[in-house]
């Protein structure tokens, strides 16, 4: 978008792919589920949106305030996995960076967030390939959904959080149970190779992070599968 402000850092690579999925947001009303210390939230604000970042930790909320000292963000607390009537039907877009696998109630999250989109608005994910939970060892079966392990690197740093395993099936299924249909899943190279050393995996074998993009079932654009392969209608 002409005059939008690049992100300062983009560590993991997906921030761009994410914004370009998100499409012109200026003056549009944007809601960052689940936006931790702001990282996304601030990256959307530049792009010109009125962006309301809502997280369930407190501290992380407090952080978030503090980096942005204008005040250009609406920063709050709140369980994006619980009904929210106030929020319904209040956003012309919303967007999620690598949440969907620490949330331990993802229907009603998905509930959450398609019933806050306004007609025909656009909610875009960031999230881990499920696949790369086998591969990296959290769990051993890629079909025991519901299984949960613990963020090794995190705990061996002091923070108690823990990864929750779904299959791809699980999270398409919770979100068109919403409403929603998927117009688009991205493959994204970055950190495709970066797995632990016990992996398994070839060494320098790649596996993508996800992005999807859903709309509302009333939008034209619907996803449909054939053989096992998902292919976009167009309008």
């Not at 979100?175 to 929603?180: P, S």
Request: hydrophobic fraction near 40%; aromatic fraction near 8%; include cysteine.
């Amino acid at each position: 978008m002409a005059g939008a402000k690049r992100p300062d850092t983009d560590p993991f690579g997906l921030l761009m792919p994410m914004l370009e999925l998100l499409g012109d947001i200026t003056n549009r009303r944007v809601l960052d589920a689940g936006c931790g210390e702001g990282y996304l939230a601030r990256a959307l604000a530049d792009r010109g949106a009125r962006v309301t970042g809502i997280d369930l930790s407190p501290r992380l909320i407090e952080q978030a305030r503090d980096k942005d000292p204008d005040g250009r963000i609406d920063y709050q607390v709140a369980d994006l996995s619980q009904t929210l009537p106030a929020m319904a039907g209040s956003f012309h877009a919303a967007a999620s960076y690598l949440v969907l696998n620490d949330v331990k109630d993802y229907r009603g999250f998905a509930a959450t967030l398609a019933a806050a989109l306004k007609p025909q608005g656009r909610l875009v994910l960031a999230f881990n390939n499920p696949h790369s939970a086998v591969i990296d060892r959290h769990v051993a079966d890629y079909f025991d959904s519901g299984a949960v392990s613990p963020y090794r690197g995190l705990w061996e740093v002091g923070i108690k959080a823990y990864y929750h395993h779904r299959t791809l099936e699980d999270y398409l299924d919770a979100f068109q149970a919403g409403g929603l249909r998927l117009i688009k899943l991205a493959d994204i190279a970055a950190l495709a190779g970066s797995h632990k050393p016990d992996a398994y995996l070839p060494p320098g074998g790649p596996l993508p992070t996800l992005h999807a993009s859903c709309v509302p079932q009333a939008d034209p654009r619907a996803m449909t599968a054939e053989g096992g392969l998902w292919a976009e209608i167009a309008p």
